[in-house]
């Protein structure tokens, strides 16, 4: 008999690559989200350290000084608004991204099922052919033994 041969072996590799793309695809995804999350999180500890010079400076503070304080809360504000724009955003694509990937993989997944139906198919007739080979022999060799013709 033939050896097992899955025909839609080419499209199944194909797939495989495919699906191992996307994840690629979406781990890129999760850690820019994880870069921006520490970089919000830095942003909130910077703007947490100048909240803490007024109290440390009492009544030696400008008005100069001040200013400067209240333009770098409205900076740190806008960019942790951007910052929040852009993590939606990221959220987001990652949620696309993971759909993608969970289609790639029920592609995949459905190639790699028929594949293994198909070869235990082929098995089943292997081992058909191989019992009706091995009466066959046992048959030729027991009128063999007894004498008697074919």
Same mark, same amino acid.
């Given at each position: 008999?033939?050896? =097992?041969? =899955?025909?839609?072996?080419?499209?199944?590799?194909?797939r /495989?690559?495919?699906l $191992?793309? %996307?994840?690629?695809k979406? +781990? &890129?995804?999760?850690? %820019?989200?994880?870069n921006?999350?520490?970089?919000?999180a830095?942003?909130? $500890?910077a703007a947490?350290e100048?909240l803490?010079?007024? #109290?440390?400076?009492?009544?030696?503070?400008t008005? *100069?000084?001040?200013?400067? !304080?209240?333009? *770098?809360?409205?900076s740190?504000?806008s960019?942790?608004?951007?910052?929040?724009a852009?993590?939606?955003d990221?959220?987001?694509?990652?949620?696309?991204?993971?759909? +993608? +990937?969970?289609?790639?993989? &029920?592609?995949?997944?459905? !190639?790699?099922d028929?594949?293994?139906?198909? =070869? /235990?198919?082929w098995?089943?007739?292997l081992?058909r052919?191989?019992e009706?080979?091995?009466?066959?022999? =046992?048959? /030729?060799?027991w009128s063999q033994s007894?004498?008697? #013709?074919?």
């Amino acid at each position: 008999m033939r050896r =097992f041969e =899955f025909q839609l072996q080419t499209a199944l590799e194909w797939r /495989a690559a495919r699906l $191992k793309e %996307e994840e690629a695809k979406l +781990v &890129r995804l999760r850690l %820019e989200r994880d870069n921006l999350l520490r970089l919000r999180a830095d942003i909130e $500890k910077a703007a947490g350290e100048n909240l803490k010079i007024i #109290p440390m400076r009492d009544a030696r503070i400008t008005g *100069c000084e001040l200013g400067l !304080l209240a333009e *770098c809360g409205r900076s740190t504000k806008s960019r942790l608004q951007k910052l929040a724009a852009q993590l939606r955003d990221c959220d987001s694509r990652i949620g696309q991204q993971t759909r +993608v +990937v969970m289609e790639a993989d &029920r592609q995949e997944q459905l !190639l790699e099922d028929l594949k293994r139906d198909q =070869f /235990a198919e082929w098995n089943y007739e292997l081992n058909r052919e191989t019992e009706a080979t091995a009466g066959e022999l =046992f048959l /030729a060799r027991w009128s063999q033994s007894t004498g008697k #013709p074919d």
